[in-house]
Structures are given as structure tokens and as C-alpha cells.
């Protein structure tokens, strides 16, 4: 007989995983898929970090480090976030992980019971409510609307707060909306937190660099907060490092040291190679290294916002961080064309993986089946080609 446990059974495979799957396997069948499914920056990692991470292997620095990463990491860790963030933490309060999935995984784990209820603004990102429904939490969602710019306001989020809350899961930059959350209205936010003393929230600023509106704002800076907060951070967005895996958890000391425990029974620290390489992108300077990046990622947003425009009923805010744009297509719902009928973004975007070949992630994902996202890191070629190819795929629905 094979079963599997209850746990895993109850959470779904992750769908941007899914997504950038399927058009790899459509891919493999010599089909020329553009994919706009996963969320991951096009460039090369910048050669200095590469050049660390050889240096490392020269040096033999290939041991078993701290579960949290060897200190002068942890401290380099502290150095930025006081630099770029005004933040002040030590570096026991600092856990390097695998990545930000892995320091939200722990997070969640340490401090959320069965029954425990969490808040989860939507549109919110596609792991937040497996994680936490692995770890017995019951989600509460938040709706933020397009007319809202996708941000929870102060008001809504004291309403849902009750005796069992015990956790909040926001991002920003939001992934998929690309919504920035400004310092008066995490104030506003935090203002709410601090009034119930068994509140904590995961401020998820895994998207810090990614920003075209100005400096990034941090939940953890108002000092009447901090200590509630558990800033999430990592590598692989700003510094185009999907692949190496490494995540960054700030967090009041007791809740460190259990992410520590957690972490060492599940998978030590991260790579030792990782760790050098992740030290280096601490001490990159933003301008040299970073901004190209991000100006290029502005770019392709100004341009696949103009592209869309050219498309019928799609509506949208304009993200001002990320890398995602997340139209609402509603107007397509009961088009039908050939064998294929449009009920809601998940058949729209099978129906435009098959006759745009085009991938995209349905906002079932991300908690409202009216939106579809697009993720931009891809060349501004590959955007203009897919989104003539969505027009002329969009324009035989009827
Ligand atoms: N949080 C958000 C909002 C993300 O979009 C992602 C995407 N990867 C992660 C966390 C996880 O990032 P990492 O690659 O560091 O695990
Ligand atoms: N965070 C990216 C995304 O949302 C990468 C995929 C993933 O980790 O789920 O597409």
C-alpha cells in the first residue's frame, strides 16, 4: 500500500513551480515557449560574488559552518541592514537559511500551533498558505483590491485580528502585485500590531532592491515594533542568485535561536561556498552592482505596461516594485474559442500556454482566479514577442 501522510497531501504543489514546468517539458517537445511564469531576475550573478564563491573552493572553506551562517557573515548581515535600512540587529538574531522560503518555513514553524489563525493580506505569494498550513495554522485572508493598489489599509487589518491571531505574512514589495508599502502606511500597520502582545508579523522584503519609488521602507525600523517583526531577506532577487540559495531571517533573539533548532534538525546551514558568496553581495555597492538591474527591470515594466494597453480588458495598477505585472481579465470570462471556454484565469492562461505558448501563473496562486501574473525578468524581446503572441491568441476568444 502506499500512503503518504496527511500533511503533504494537504498542500498543493507550488504553482509557479508547476507553471515553469510545464512550459519546460513543452519546451522539450521543441515547442517555443516564452515563459512568464517563474519569478526569477534573467541576469548573471555580478562576477565579483562569483569570484568570492571560487575563492571559497580554492581555500578549502568547505566544512560545516554555524546553523546561522559563520559570524562574519551574520555581521556583514547587520552591517547592511543598518546601512541600507536603519535596523539594528546583533548577529544572534540573524539566521542565514537556503533561501527566504526556508527562513519563512521556519518562521512559521516556530511560532505558529494548530489552530493558531494568520493573516494573510491577498493578493498574497503562492507558499505563504502551505507553509502555513503545514504548520496546523488557519489562514485568515485580507482582501486588498486593485482599487486599493493591493495594500491592506490599518482599519481592515485591526477588523480581522481576534484572540487567535498570532501571525501576519505580508510582502514588499508584494509578489505578484509589485505594491509598495510606504513608511506611513507600515506605520499605520504597525501602529495596529503593537497593540496586541502576542502579534507577530513577517515582513517579507525579499524584493528590497527592486524598487522604482525610492528607498525601501522596512516594517522593522518604527523601534515600537521591532521586536514583533521577523524580516525576511536573501540573495536571489536583488542580486540575481536564485540558484544559490541563501536567505536571510532578522529576528528578536528567542526567536532566532528557535529558527536555529529548527534549522539544524532539518538542514544545517546553508552551503559554506553559498555563505562566502552571500558575504560579498552584502558589500556591493547598490550602484554599481544593483541599479543596472533594477533600471533595466523598470524598463521592461514600462514596457509591457504599454504593450498591454494594446490588449482588450486587461486591468491593472502599475507595480511600483518587483517584477511582476498583475492585470485583472476578467472580460475574457464565458469567451469561448474552438474546444476552449474561459470560466477563469486558470483556463485563460492554460488557453494561452497552448495557443500563445505563452507561460503565465493563474491568480488562483495568489489568492483571486480574476488575475493572472506576468513575471518581466525576461529580455525586452521576449516580452514584446509574447505579448503580440497573447493579442492575437486573446482576439479569437469571443
Ligand atoms: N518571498 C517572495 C515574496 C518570493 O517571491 C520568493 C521567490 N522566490 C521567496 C520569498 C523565496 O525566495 P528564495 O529564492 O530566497 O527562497
Ligand atoms: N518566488 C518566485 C515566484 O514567485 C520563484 C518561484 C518560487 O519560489 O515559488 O515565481
Known sequence: MTRLSRRVNAISESQTIAMARKSRELKAQGIDVISLSLGEPDFPT?????TAAKKAIDDNFSYYTHVSGYLELRQAICEKFKRDNGLTYTPDEIVVSTGAKQS?????LCLVDEGDEVIVPAPFWVSYLE????AGG??????????Q??????AQLEKAITPKTRLIMMSTPCN???????????????????KYPDLYIISDEIYEHINFVGGHQSLAQFDFVRDRVITINGVSKGFAMTGWRGGILAAPKWIAQACDKMQGQFTSATSSITQKAMHKAMELDFDTYIRPMRDAFLKRRNLVLELMKEI?????????????????VSYYFGKKYGNYVITNATDLSLYLLDEAHVALVPGAAFGNDNYIRFSYATSEENLTKALSRMKTALDKLA
Open 312 to 328: 482588450k480588458g486587461f486591468k491593472t495598477n502599475v507595480p511600483d516594485g518587483a517584477f511582476y505585472v498583475y492585470p485583472e
Open 131 to 134: 507553509i502555513l498550513k503545514l
Open 46 to 50: 555580478p562576477d565579483v560574488i562569483k
Open 138 to 147: 488557519v489562514p485568515v485572508i485580507l482582501e486588498a483590491g486593485i482599487e
Open 176 to 194: 505578484p502585485t509589485g505594491s509598495v508599502y510606504s513608511k506611513e502606511e507600515l506605520k499605520a500597520l504597525a501602529e495596529v500590531i503593537v
Open 149 to 154: 493598489n493591493f495594500k491592506v489599509t490599518a
Open 104 to 108: 519563512i518555513a521556519n518562521a512559521v
